[in-house]
């Protein structure tokens, strides 16, 4: 059964505290691996997309991997502003190009 | 935000009254795809579409049909709505030129008391 899990489910940091979100996938054939940013009250927001083991992506604060179980969302440093709830998500490898979500990691950064 | 709305953005209705929620999109993509939301399950697909009058099945389809007469207009009805189906449901579609990237809709959060 294709499969996504993300942990911590919630962490909290003091601002300026790195950290890293762990995102682990089984899945039959994967197409790439999502990851999302989420406030309260709204849609999820693109961050990244990986398609392949090795690859990284980085934004700001946020740097993306990938090998070919897990992704990894390191945040460097972060700030009040980054906390939100970050989604990971798989696409699969058939003509349908949907996705599979992990149920999230929330995170809350401290002054 | 791939030009994506949703409406209603908020409803609150009665057990067994059906329901239906729109999402209009103005990318002119083939695909359309409809989630829900819930505490502790991430979003989970209802329905998804790749074509005018062309839709499958997601993992959680049971209680919701979905209809598309157009390519901008994704519909998602229940036809007759349980407190189970109270949730936030997302519309998304992929970013103009690619299939993979998805961005989704404010969402519709759905009550059924």
């Known amino acids: 059964e294709d499969q996504v899990t993300q942990s911590p489910e919630a962490l909290r940091l003091q601002e300026g505290e790195s950290s890293s979100l762990n995102c682990s996938y089984t899945?039959?054939?994967?197409?790439?691996l999502f990851w999302y940013r989420q406030d309260p009250g709204k849609g999820p927001e693109f961050l990244f997309t990986l398609y392949s083991a090795g690859e990284e992506k980085e934004k700001e604060r946020l740097k993306a991997t990938l090998t070919k179980k897990e992704s990894f969302l390191h945040i460097t440093a972060p700030k009040p502003e980054d906390s939100a709830t970050y989604l990971c998500?798989?696409?699969?490898?058939?003509?349908?190009?949907?996705?599979?979500f992990g149920s999230g990691t929330r995170l809350l950064v401290r002054p | 935000d791939a030009g994506i709305t949703q409406s209603p953005r908020h409803k609150v209705t009665e057990t067994g009254t059906p329901v239906t929620l729109r999402c209009h999109q103005t990318?002119?993509?083939?695909?359309m795809y409809w989630y829900r939301q819930d505490p502790g399950h991430g979003l989970r697909l209802i329905h998804y579409?790749?074509?005018?009058?062309?839709?499958d099945k997601g993992e959680v389809s049971d209680g919701y049909s979905v209809s598309r007469s157009k390519t901008e207009d994704f519909l998602l009805t229940l036809e007759s709505a349980t407190s189970s189906q109270t949730s936030v449901y997302f519309c998304?579609?992929?970013?103009?030129?690619?299939?993979?990237?998805?961005?989704f809709g404010p969402g519709t959060r759905l009550t059924v008391l």
């Open positions: 998500a798989v696409q699969l490898g058939d003509s349908s190009y949907k996705l599979i």
């Open positions: 579409s790749y074509g005018v009058k062309d839709t």
């Open positions: 990318e002119n993509h083939r695909y």
């Open positions: 998304a579609v992929p970013r103009a030129g690619s299939n993979n990237e998805q961005f």
């Open positions: 899945v039959s054939g994967l197409r790439g």
